[in-house]
């Protein structure tokens, strides 16, 4: 599946996206972000705070416990912060 | 007419008037623009460094059709002739243009009511990412609870 990353998740991590095969166990948006972490110093870092990260699953916004099984796409993202102030 | 544009070209907003005024059936067109602030820092009582560029990041792909959604169910909900929304991304400047709603219907209630919804909305719904320069120092903007609800303030 290919991996996109935004904002500071894409500058913490280093890259804006990945290709990754993730192992069998891997069901949800947060086994993904689980198995994630254990990639890279940079991907411990930028993914430790989960509760301030967000995901789309082939371009639809989805929480923890979405599937990802079959998804072509996932994004991990903050929150998002609209268009003004 | 729904037209939705996620650009990095300043926003012209009298070209944008005049495609939702040729729509027919029109009686009403509300408007919404949003500029970029040069607020100064949070907590700093007016005294601190202000916005020098205000940067935005979105998800390619998924914002257009993000946008196009609620444009969509904005023109149901309300019966319009004609929605439209501009959003700029990439480096702004204080007093730039960053987003413009347009709605048309035949009165202006529901035209006002519609541009309040999409403004509301897209702010919450849209995968945009801001990030301010200060004293040439760059930030990410957090999320605000306040605009979450706002936008559930409508369902």
């Given at each position: 599946m290919r991996l996109l990353y935004f904002a500071w998740v894409r500058e913490r991590i280093g890259l804006a996206e990945e290709e990754a095969v993730p192992p069998?166990?891997?069901?949800?948006v947060a086994d993904l972000i689980d198995w994630l972490s254990t990639r890279s110093d940079a991907h411990r870092e930028a993914l430790a705070d989960r509760w301030r990260l967000r995901a789309a699953v082939d371009g639809d916004f989805a929480g923890p416990e979405a599937s990802v099984a079959g998804a072509k796409e996932i994004a991990i993202f903050p929150p998002v912060t609209g268009g003004m102030t | 007419m729904i037209r939705i544009v996620v650009g990095v070209e300043p926003i012209d907003l009298p070209a944008e008037q005049l495609l939702v005024e040729a729509?027919?059936?029109?009686?009403a067109v509300a408007s919404f623009t949003g500029l970029v602030r040069a607020d100064?820092?949070?907590?700093?009582?007016?005294?601190g460094r202000r916005v020098e560029v205000l940067e935005l990041e979105h998800y390619p792909g998924v914002t257009q059709a993000a946008l196009t959604r609620l444009a969509e169910e904005a023109r149901t909900r309300w019966s319009l002739t004609a929605a439209t929304i501009v959003h700029r991304v990439g480096p702004m400047r204080p007093g730039e243009r960053i987003v413009l709603v347009l709605a048309a219907a035949p009165h202006r209630a529901a035209a006002l009511d519609a541009c309040a919804y999409l403004i509301d909305r897209l702010k919450t719904d849209a995968p945009f990412w801001k990030r301010e320069t200060r004293g040439g120092e760059a930030r990410w903007v957090d999320a605000r609870d306040g605009d979450t609800v706002r936008a559930a303030a409508w369902e």
């Open positions: 069998a166990g891997v069901g949800t | 729509v027919p059936g029109a009686g100064a820092e949070a907590g700093t009582g007016g005294e």
